[in-house]
């Protein structure tokens, strides 16, 4: 499985940095499990990313449905999925998310320290706008269908970290 179809580059350092940074000083954006799928071992690749204390799992209570489309939910499965930690998780040398909004650890003064490449989906989906109101084409209720058939991976690197899976 490879990665996840390129996100074309909607960067605006005009409006972002006029903003200074609203949505990364608040909540860093969720990955998406290509980035790792496309490695020959996604579990390490995972752990890795989590050992470098750079990056937390956040925690998704419930599986996204559309009613509409005849689809039924699971309000009672939690999913768990990596995103960038915020300055308090990284202090704390946490490897899961800790309530409460923060500024993301790759915020620096000129923006993004990552690459657009690089970055994780939920930020590169991210659409600015002047007024504000920034709209996106992927987020967590995206990365939660997404992450939940990759549940086993996420078990796999917290184990080799030594950290059992914190939901049955
Ligand atoms: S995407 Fe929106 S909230 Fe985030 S820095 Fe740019 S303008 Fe601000
Ligand atoms: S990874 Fe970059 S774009 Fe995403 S929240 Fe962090 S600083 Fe912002």
């Not at 990665?3 to 350092?13: D, H, K, Q």
């Not at 005009?14 to 799928?37: M, Q, S």
């Not at 020959?40 to 956040?58: I, M, Q, T």
Request: aromatic share 8%; proline share 11%; charged share 25%.
């Amino acid at each position: 499985m490879t990665r996840e179809a390129p996100v074309p580059n909607n960067e605006s350092i005009t409006l972002c940095g006029a903003c200074g940074g609203a949505c990364c000083r608040t909540r860093p954006g969720i990955e998406a499990p290509g980035r790792f799928l496309a490695t020959p071992d996604p579990a390490g690749a995972l752990r890795d990313l989590l050992a470098s204390g750079l990056w937390v799992l956040d925690t998704h209570y419930g599986v996204p449905y559309d009613p509409g489309k005849g689809e039924r939910g699971d309000p009672d499965r939690i999913i768990l999925y990596p995103r960038p930690a915020t300055r308090a998780e990284q202090a704390a040398e946490s490897i899961f998310a800790l309530p409460g909004a923060g500024e993301c650890v790759f915020l620096r003064d000129d923006g993004c320290a990552l690459s657009f490449a690089d970055r994780p989906r939920a930020c590169q989906a991210l659409e600015p706008a002047a007024d504000g109101e920034c709209s996106s084409s992927w987020t967590r209720f995206d990365a939660a269908p997404a992450w939940l058939p990759h549940q086993e991976a996420v078990a796999a690197a917290l184990d080799r970290l030594g950290r059992a899976y914190p939901f049955p």
